[in-house]
Nanobody
Framework: QVQLAESGGGLVQAGDSLRLSCAAS?????????????MGWFRQAPGKEREFVAG????????FYVDSVKGRFTIERDNAKNTVYLQMNSLKPEDTAVYYC?????????????????WGQGTQVTVSS
């Protein structure tokens, strides 16, 4: 099955940047490899529900974001390296959360967490003011 491992989180100050990485391995139950899966980043802050942050189609041609991160975050993928990235610039304290990488079993997926069948363990991002 697909395994996802996030890295790159940490403690930064407001206005700083971080680049999260998510390395994928394995196949979905239907036999799809990473390069045939849409990917997403979600986050969960203390006391809040998990929320969608950014998504990318299997080829990288389609990307979309939650309004609160548009213009600051960029999702991209390198299918040759089985890795998806989240570049986060101009970080704000409200971006503090555990960030999760998720893989879909489809070429294109949306903002609903139920569309993603595989999840990483998460990486903590803390932004101080």
């Amino acid at each position: 099955q697909v395994q996802l491992a996030e890295s790159g989180g940490g403690l930064v100050q407001a206005g700083d940047s971080l680049r999260l990485s998510c390395a994928a391995s394995g196949r979905t139950a239907a036999g799809r490899t990473f390069d045939r899966c849409a990917m997403g980043w979600f986050r969960q802050a203390p006391g809040k529900e998990r929320e969608f942050v950014a998504g990318i189609s299997w080829s990288g041609s389609n990307t979309f974001y939650v309004d609160s991160v548009k213009g600051r975050f960029t999702i991209e993928r390198d299918n040759a390296k089985n890795t998806v990235y989240l570049q986060m610039n101009s970080l704000k304290p409200e971006d503090t959360a555990v960030y999760y990488c998720a893989a879909s079993t489809e070429l294109y997926s949306g903002r609903d967490s139920r569309e993603y069948g595989y999840w990483g363990q998460g990486t903590q991002v803390t932004v101080s003011s």
